[in-house]
């Protein structure tokens, strides 16, 4: 069963905090249901709604996807950087057991990676 603690929040927060200064971007880490690691992603200098193929035109904030970053984001650093994000959200002790042919779904905890939220959009800082 997911869950995660402020504790392991805390353990976690070093390593996402590190890739969010490496690349200059701001975000806030938070735990959601005991059971989702998240990070909403407030403003930086990578062009998130470009590199996702955004216009002026659509919404100013994006849920992730972490099953497809490679496909679904279409710049090399963008995509370095979420994969380095999410693999500091899952930590040393991450699992994931899931079997979903078998309705068995058993991991340490999910990972949510928010592009601006709906209140709030992604500011592009460069």
Same mark, same amino acid.
């Given at each position: 069963?997911?869950?995660?603690?402020?504790? $392991? *929040?805390?353990?976690?927060?070093?390593?996402?905090?590190?890739?969010?200064? *490496?690349?200059?971007?701001?975000?806030?880490?938070?735990?959601?249901?005991?059971?989702?690691?998240?990070?909403?992603?407030?403003?930086?200098?990578?062009?998130?709604?470009?590199?996702?193929?955004?216009?002026?035109?659509?919404?100013?904030?994006?849920?992730?996807?972490?099953?497809?970053?490679?496909?679904?984001?279409? $710049?090399?650093?963008?995509?370095? @950087?979420?994969?380095?994000?999410?693999?500091?959200?899952?930590?040393?002790?991450?699992?994931?057991?899931?079997?979903?042919?078998?309705?068995?779904?058993?991991?340490?905890?999910?990972?949510?990676?928010?592009?601006?939220? @709906?209140?709030?959009?992604?500011? @592009?800082?460069?």
């Amino acid at each position: 069963m997911a869950y995660i603690s402020q504790n $392991d *929040k805390k353990e976690l927060a070093p390593a996402i905090k590190a890739v969010l200064k *490496k690349y200059k971007m701001k975000g806030s880490i938070a735990v959601k249901h005991y059971s989702t690691l998240v990070v909403n992603l407030k403003s930086g200098e990578l062009d998130m709604m470009e590199a996702f193929g955004q216009t002026e035109y659509q919404r100013d904030y994006i849920q992730v996807n972490p099953y497809w970053i490679e496909r679904n984001w279409n $710049d090399d650093t963008v995509v370095a @950087f979420l994969l380095e994000l999410k693999s500091a959200m899952e930590g040393p002790k991450f699992y994931n057991n899931d079997d979903s042919m078998t309705d068995y779904f058993d991991r340490s905890h999910f990972v949510d990676i928010n592009v601006g939220t @709906f209140k709030s959009n992604y500011t @592009f800082t460069a």
